[in-house]
């Protein structure tokens, strides 16, 4: 009998070894540090060789304190999921308006901004980062599911209430918050 390449074998003795707790940790810590040394140049254009010690340095250092292992490892892929619902989403928007790329108005940008962010906190809050860097959340902030879609549909009730009463061409519309977020990302703000 042949023995089958299996690939949750493969996972599982990469897990075994300690790649996902080490090494992946280490290649990430490493990659983002040694990238900004080199991008703000502290030592100069010739400083290469001191930006890689220092990110060395660093890496081993985050390694070495499982507890921010810990955080980064439950964080990151909840991040990798919003993103890749962000990339759905524009997928959606691409087929749906015809255009390759589709133009957002302020206020969907706002929102999708605000959503993203929103998914962001709950990921870290989430990923166990309160025991690490030494703060707890407050008893309420533990919801049930019944509370969480109770609270989305007031949400949506009341940006739709919003959004339907609002007067597009007054310039103190609840909206303009919205609009000066998208400005700001596009820069389109105001010019000095």
Avoid: C
């Avoid at 983002?32 to 081993?60: D, E, H, P, R, T």
């Amino acid at each position: 009998m042949a023995n089958s390449f299996n690939f949750m074998d493969a996972v599982e003795s990469l897990e075994d070894i300690g790649f996902y707790e080490v090494a992946l940790p280490f290649i990430l810590i490493f990659t983002i540090v040694f990238a900004i040394l080199q991008k703000v140049k502290i030592f100069g254009a010739s400083g290469k060789n001191f930006n890689a010690v220092i990110a060395v340095v660093l890496a081993f250092l985050v390694v070495r304190n499982q507890a921010i292992v810990e955080v980064l490892n439950q964080f990151l892929p909840k991040i990798s999921l919003i993103s890749v619902v962000i990339v759905v989403v524009l997928l959606l928007f691409t087929i749906l308006s015809g255009n390759e790329q589709p133009s957002f108005t302020k206020h969907l940008l706002g929102i999708m901004i605000i959503l993203v962010a929103i998914g962001v906190i709950i990921s870290f809050v989430g990923s166990g980062a309160g025991e690490v860097f030494g703060f707890a959340l407050p008893d309420w902030f533990d919801i049930t599911s019944a509370d969480r879609n109770l609270l989305i549909f007031l949400v949506l009730f009341i940006v739709f209430f919003a959004y339907v009463t609002s007067d597009s061409t007054n310039t103190n519309s609840p909206w303009k918050f919205l609009d000066d977020i998208a400005n700001g990302i596009q820069g389109k703000g105001k010019q000095p």
